[in-house]
Structures are given as C-alpha cells and as structure tokens.
C-alpha cells in the first residue's frame, strides 16, 4: 500500500484554509494601511449622526432611564419571563452606556451620572425582588 501527498475528499487542510482565509482579508487589509489608520495618532472621523456632545448623550440616557423605570412599574409576573430578562437587560446595557460616558472635568455630569446608575441598579434590585418574591 502507498502513502499519497493527496487528501482524502471531505479532510481538512490547515494550510489551504489559511491561505484561503489570507486571501479574502489582504485587500481589506491593503485598504487601511491606504487609509493610513493603523499608524499611531490616526483615529477615524467621527460619525456626523452619532451625538458627540456629552450633556446630549446624558440627556438620551436619562430619557432611556425614564423609560425603563415605567416599564419595570409595569411589571407584574410571577416568574422570570421574557419581558423580565428584557428589562434586566435594558438596565445591564444602560449601566454600560452610563459607565462609558466621558464626563473627565464635569463634575455636575458626574454627580448626575452616579445618581441615574444607583437608580438603575435600584430598577434591577427591585425587578429581580418582586419576581422572585411572587414565585415562592
């Protein structure tokens, strides 16, 4: 019986796989370093439709914020449904947009910031009692 250099029909090549996978990524890759964005110092533009302005994002938060709170007063299950995992969430991803706003050298926005998230973890302490609390 001879050894062939051949794959089998159906194997996996490691080698072809890179080569392929190198392949479809070197024109993006062509495209930044056109762009001149991986060298240091360059950053992106910013989006014309993204906010950039901290007390206009604050401001949408908090209205997120106001949101969320109605809906959790809403609230009235026994269990965990998905509406309760919908509103865990809502607060987890507020608290991260929270936790990401710039506010270095605003401490009125600091102050503010720190009073929403307290609230928000309020909402999610509150939601988790009350779900928990009707299912026993």
């Known amino acids: 019986m ?3 250099n051949q ?3 159906g194997t996996y090549d490691g080698v072809k796989r890179k080569r392929d996978i190198l392949g479809k990524l070197q024109p993006g890759f062509q495209r930044i370093q056109a762009m001149n964005l991986h060298q ?9 439709d993204v906010p950039q302005n901290a007390d206009t994002i604050f401001q949408a938060l908090l209205d997120d914020f106001e949101r969320l ?3 959790a007063l809403k609230h009235t299950s026994s269990h965990a449904t998905t509406q309760y995992r919908s509103l865990q969430e ?3 991803k507020l608290e991260m947009a929270l936790d990401n706003l710039n506010v270095k ?4 926005l600091r102050n503010k910031r720190k009073t929403v998230l307290i609230n928000v973890n309020l909402v999610s302490k ?3 009692e009350n779900t928990h609390s009707h299912a026993q």
């Open 2 to 4: 001879q050894h062939s």
């Open 7 to 9: 794959l089998l029909v």
């Open 40 to 48: 240091q110092g360059q950053q992106p533009q910013p989006r014309a």
């Open 69 to 71: 709170q109605m809906d």
């Open 90 to 92: 809502r607060c987890v």
């Open 105 to 108: 050298g605003r401490e009125d």
């Open 126 to 128: 509150n939601l988790s």
